[in-house]
């Protein structure tokens, strides 16, 4: 099977620095035959400067700039609705980077996996000044697939709930237009877990290809999105509801484990609620504790906590 040019979308908005580097690990790759959409969610007039000085004169990128900011999901929303539905869509995120070869193995996937109509891949972890990192992404995925394979509904589900957001990160995520409108438009009044409660709509149309082979590199910094979302709360608010959404699910309700699995998420996010509150700041504890509760209970979380507390002090003397 001949599988068509690759066309990788990357939401913008801001961080011009990180955005060159996504950029020039997207123009060398070794494969050359790729299309490249950037969904400039608003941006200052510095980055939309180097864009149109960079990216923007290769023939291969088509640039979308907003007037203003819709918010990462419903910037994603409006770019995919502008591609045909045989396109192959990687997304790539302004502050992470593709691997050489990237470009390559999706094709090469595909023509082996010629059913498949989406992919997961592990991936590489960089920090800020993209120094290497322990990759949470490989460690997960080992546990339930040690070499790349198809993964459907029936045992997918279960593991969104036991292991969280399998893809981790938007970076690396691979797939038809046709399947994205299939499963949905990603929420987009949502900041933090649009992405997660996809998979769950998502693998319902079509079991999921987990590659067990890094293209990209997914970085941690001090102004990555995911953190603004914890500090206003929307991290906990969207977690909770992926969790209810999940513990509701046909395919969940004789997995006896299924409270556990919930509360084992959910005392991450109780541990960030007790931190908030021993510093002091007390915006947004009630609703957090309330969503808790309505999730899983506050006492089984609470035991979760416990639970993990050996592993937290054990990470943190090796962090």
Known sequence: MTIATVTVLMPVYGRSVLLAEAWHSLKQQTDPDWQLLIADDGSDDLT???????PAVDSRT???????????????NSALNTLSPNCWVLLLCSDDRLLPNAISSIKSLLNTWPSARWVISTHLSIGSASEPKACVSAIDHSRFAPKTRMIFAKEFVPLLLKYGSINGNLTGMVFTQQLWRAAGEFHSNWR?????????????????????????EVRSHGLQLSNANRN??????????????????????????RLNWAAHRMQFQLWNLLKQLFTCHWSGLGSGFADIQRTVGLGRCFLALISYFPQRLLSRFHG
């Open 48 to 54: 939309a400067s180097w864009i149109a000085a960079e």
């Open 62 to 76: 088509t640039w979308i700039r907003r007037s203003q900011n819709l918010g990462l999901f419903e910037n994603l």
């Open 192 to 216: 933090h877990a649009a992405d997660w409660e996809w998979l769950i709509r998502a693998v319902q149309q079509a079991p999921v290809l987990l590659s067990r082979d890094p293209i990209a």
């Open 232 to 257: 206003g709360g929307e991290e906990l608010r969207e977690v909770a509801a992926v969790q209810r959404l999940l513990l509701g699910h046909p395919l969940l309700q004789n997995e006896s484990q």
